[in-house]
């Protein structure tokens, strides 16, 4: 408007469909409107047909012509993924509404989009490489328009399409094709150079694909914005009637923490989902607790769903709404984040990073700030004890080498933040957890993680590596319960709580148990993954084609385990009632059960 106020016009609740993406122009519109020199904007789906529709923003700024693209460009990319960026932009003195004051869509006009377009144009292939290429990401992504300087990843590719496509892609060019490769060149022009170039391929391992980051570069990456302050604690919780805002809460162990906040307290959860409406993210926890046979209901009484996202500004809340409810809460848990362990750090950064960011930013808007429970991960410390060293509580983030893995450094800066804004008076704790797996109550388990995928594996082609080294498996359940317990601690300000087994039991032991249920058989470990390659050469559809990127060629480039030191944690439970279960045949039977549904059930297994 003339005085300066910005008005968002136009913000229905609907979606469009761009390149096999549903998107929602009111999101981008909002994240327009956080650029100081755009006064209002709205976003339309433009063209004749569905293949050419293409996003186009119209925007009311100040900025000219010339540079509104490309300056409002980049300011989406910080902030949106790359598939809910606009085509063309149009710049207009004022956006045409109609006589009741909203915005006309019918009267914006239409961009010559061929030569407003900021994407790339259709290239089509020129080269036998290219064509090849170009066959392989239409078969995989099943789609016919793909140009090669289309990104992999804009056009509907992910990590499990890309572990897949790279299996193939080796095989029809007989290059040992890092994973990393793909994302590091993810056009098909790109990648048709790299192959032709043979430059890290013929002789690369194709297991190294946790590429490192040494923890000084992720030092400058990890800086606080300077705006975000923070009141005086709040009263300790647990409080009676406690609000807490959860983010995460239909993952893996978000939904674990759920449960144990509705059976462990009597606190108000505000749930944030991504949902078109708070009916539709009701619906979505009931399915994630059916699902994972949690026997608690949802009391509407104590849950609150909050439409949101991690990777949009105030989370996509309204500000009047984000200020509201960080000002009403007593505890933040933050337990949301993308997990994908192939992909590099820029493309976690936004849901990771800035989403750790707007957790903060929610801490700081009322008078007095709420205690911050971040759920971090054991892999931003574990490398620190490469060298024998034994990882502590107190183990700091610095420290000599590199933390590999996109995911663990994004989590690593994350929780560098976390301690920033503590220094600013923030009361916060972390849970790093190691690795979690089923619920040791019901066998649940993420069919896609690490754990289920190795066993999985295991079971499909009826043998296991020989390894002696240990593993330290920490039951869901029992993390959640004990992220509970100890954050409502008094004193707990400041704590970090590596929450890992503090009992680590043997591979060897797993696998003996495993037998118990099922026909297996141990082999050498080079063998064991050999087998696994052909397996998954010979069907690259194969499920287990994500695990074979994760396993070294041989024991000796294995990395070692760190040791920890749980001392505090053991007691810590113990105190708090909380045993940790063994992961003997009994178990292992419930988490097959759920892994392969028709695996039998067992009744005189041992262990008992």
Sequence with gaps: MTDGTIEFLGREDFQVKIRGHRIEPGEIEAALGTHPQVTCAAVLAQGENQKEKRLVAYVQTDLDAARAPHVLQEHLAELL????????????????????????????????????ATEAKHVAPSSATERKLATLWEEFLERTDIGVEDDFFSVGGDSLIAARLVLRIRKVFAQNLPLTSLFEHSTISRLARLLDSGTKTRD???AADMRGIATSELCRRAVLPRELSFGSSSTPWPGDKANIFLTGATGFLGAAILEALLEETDAHVFCMVRCKNERNGIQRLEDVFRERDIPTSLPGSRVTIVPGDLEKPFFGMERDQFVRLGAETQAIIHCGARVQYVYPYQRLETANVRGTIEALRLAGQGEHSPRFIHVSTSAVVS??????????????????????????????????L??????????????????????????????EDFPSRLVEACLAMGVAPDMHTEISILPVDTAARAIVALSTQPDADGRTWNLLNPTPVSFRSCIAALRDVADI????????????ARACT?????RLAPLLPMMPPSLETMPAPSRWELTRLRDALKSAGISIPVPDAVFLTRCLQHLAPSFPETSNTSGE
């Design 418 to 447: 976390v301690r920033q804004a503590g220094e600013r008076g923030l009361d916060f704790m972390v849970f790093r957890p190691g690795t979690l797996w089923a619920d040791s109550r019901t066998g649940f388990l993420n069919r």
């Design 538 to 542: 010979q069907n690259p559809d194969n």
């Design 521 to 532: 058989h141990a082999i050498p470990y080079p063998q064991w993954r050999e087998a696994l």
């Design 383 to 416: 490398p620190a004890g490469a060298d024998g060293t034994l990882v502590t509580d107190a183990t700091p983030l610095e420290f000599p080498g590199e933390i590999p893995g996109g995911y663990a450094q994004t989590k690593w800066v994350a929780e560098h």
């Design 81 to 116: 993924p790359a598939y809910m960026l606009p085509a063309a932009y149009v710049r207009l003195d004022a956006l045409p509404v109609t006589p009741n004051g909203k915005l006309d869509r019918k009267a914006l006009p239409v961009p010559d989009l061929s030569s407003n």
């Design 204 to 206: 690369s391992d194709p």
